[in-house]
């Protein structure tokens, strides 16, 4: 498996901006995971879905930012307008959650979006 | 609430030395337990992962932790630390929850950890 896919790698752009970060996950997966890391404040979980389904959204920082899963294999964290202090890095990362099981419940990470707004 | 701590924000080990990162969790229930590593520039990868059974769990790249419920710690360890091993490592725990509710994972601050050669 390719593993997750983030794209892009690196954007650059300027405040005020619409910033789309897009994610596949890993086939299969049934929970995807959506992070943003900063030196100031470290790992942040932003929201997750299950089965497409948006289940806890209490980490996204404001109403600038949003995302969406139309399909099992497709996601997007969008950020309206932009500004500076959303520089970070933004990562997805799936699982398959099997209660009980040694062979499941890992959480893979894609390699990234490193995102900065200038 | 869940959480997990990570005391040591560096860690310095000369390369051939035995080399440990300390790791200590709370949460209500049965955990599961991981380890990340995270190299410059790079996105995190999964070492190794506790979740039943045996309480010395072996992972890649030669490392291992050890599961412990009385102190609620899951320390990483290596016999032998290499210059490549220089990293930043993320311990995380996750509960075991029937309800589905909640599935976070939830991370340690990281404890960077330097081999000297």
């Known amino acids: 498996d390719a593993g997750v896919i983030q794209s892009p790698r690196h954007e650059v752009t300027e405040m005020g901006q619409e910033v789309t970060l897009r994610c596949k996950p890993i086939?299969?997966?049934?929970?995807l995971f959506w992070y943003r890391q900063t030196m100031m404040r470290g790992l942040e979980l932003l929201i997750y879905?299950?089965?497409?389904?948006?289940?806890?959204d209490s980490g996204m920082p404001e109403d600038r930012f949003s995302a969406k899963m139309p399909n099992a294999s497709f996601s997007t964290l969008k950020i309206q307008p932009s500004e500076p202090r959303d520089s970070a890095v933004y990562f997805c990362?799936?699982?398959?959650?099997?209660?009980?099981?040694?062979?499941?419940?890992?959480?893979?990470f894609g390699e990234g979006s490193w995102l900065t707004v200038v | 609430a869940q959480s997990v701590a990570q005391p040591e924000d560096q860690v310095n080990v000369a390369e051939g030395n035995p080399l440990t990162v300390k790791c200590t969790y709370s949460v209500s229930g049965n955990p599961y337990l991981f380890w990340y590593v995270q190299y410059p520039n790079r996105g995190l990868q999964f070492l190794l992962k506790?979740?039943?059974?045996?309480?010395l769990v072996k992972g890649s790249y030669g490392f291992e932790a050890e599961f412990n419920k009385s102190q609620t710690s899951f320390h990483l360890k290596k016999p032998s630390a290499l210059v490549s091993d220089s990293a930043l490592y993320f311990c995380?725990?996750?509960?075991?929850?029937?309800?589905?509710?909640?599935?976070?994972?939830?991370f340690g601050t990281g404890t960077l950890l330097a081999v000297q050669p």
């Open positions: 086939s299969g997966h049934d929970y």
């Open positions: 506790y979740i039943t059974g045996d309480n």
């Open positions: 995380a725990v996750r509960t075991e929850n029937y309800g589905g509710a909640t599935n976070k994972l939830i």
């Open positions: 990362a799936s699982s398959l959650v099997v209660w009980g099981s040694y062979s499941g419940n890992t959480i893979y």
């Open positions: 879905f299950n089965n497409n389904v948006p289940i806890d």
